[in-house]
Structure formats: C-alpha cells, structure tokens
C-alpha cells in the first residue's frame, strides 16, 4: 500500500490518500479482479480500477462517493450518482443499487482498516525510535584491558 501524507507539525500526521496494489487472480473474471484500490480521504472519494481483460488495452475503472451517515440510525443513503463507471464490454450490464450499496459499505470498512493499519504502523516506527533514542542515551563504552592509555587500572598498575 503505498501512503500519501502531508505534515501538519504533530504527533500524528493527517492521511491524504491510501493506494493498494493487487497482483492478478486468474481465478476470477478481470473485471471482478481489482488491480487497484485508491482511497481520497480528503476529497471522500474511493477508486477502483480493475485487471486487464485479455487483448485489451484499458481496464474498467469504478470511482465511489462516500456517502453521509443519518447521525439518528447510523444509516447511509446510496444514489446511482454517487458512482462514475466504464466498462470495456458495452454488453456489461450496469449494476442494482443494492450491489453498489454492498459494494460501498464493503469499500468503507476497507478504508477503516487501511486508516488503522497506517496508524499501527506509524505507532510501531515512533516505538522502534524511541528505543533507539534510547539505547543511544544509554550506550556505556567499554575500555580493553590491553589499552593501557585509557585503562585506569591498568595505568595504575603500570604506575605502581
């Protein structure tokens, strides 16, 4: 996945965009097999751009509106607008509203869990610094014997 940020100065910084990469699936038809996966989660739009179809030049691409929960159910309403697709076959046919519903509420919970790997990940780099920083702070030298300049006991011995 690859992640796009812009700093803001603080601990943590704001997420722009959120890309995946998919190798191809020969099980599965190209235009059911995702090749990528684009979440813009300032502008609140999802990408979707499917495999190749053989002897083909350019995939179907699928692009989501993220639509607004109702704050009394939890609830969100889904509208044909709300999705901008082409398709390579013209035979394709154009898909219900329940199978956009489905597919939207499934792209959300996949943003949800990308947005919480991203931050476990950068949680991990900020632990593993730190305990750099700190074995840095704490790093003890220590002197051979055989180094008689800087050896206090053994220039004491070679004194007496």
């Given at each position: ?27 599965l ?35 989501y509106l ?80 055989y ?14």
């Amino acid at each position: 996945a690859v992640v796009s940020t812009q700093s803001t100065g603080g601990n943590e910084k704001p997420i722009n965009q959120i890309t995946e990469y998919y190798a191809r699936d020969s099980s599965l038809a190209a235009d059911d097999d995702i090749a990528e996966l684009t979440f813009l989660l300032n502008e609140e739009k999802m990408f979707l751009k499917h495999h190749l179809q053989d002897e083909r030049i350019i995939s179907s691409t699928h692009e989501y509106l993220k639509p607004v929960q109702s704050e009394d159910k939890g609830q969100v309403q889904i509208t044909l607008d709300m999705v901008s697709s082409f398709q390579v076959e013209r035979q394709a046919k154009s898909p219900k509203l329940i199978h956009i519903y489905n597919t939207i509420v499934n792209l959300m919970g996949r943003e949800e869990g990308c947005v919480e790997t991203v931050r476990a990940s950068e949680q991990e780099v900020r632990d593993i610094l730190e305990g750099r920083m700190q074995e840095e702070l704490t790093t003890e030298l220590s002197v051979s014997i055989y180094d008689t300049a800087r050896n206090d006991t053994a220039k004491k011995r070679r004194e007496e």
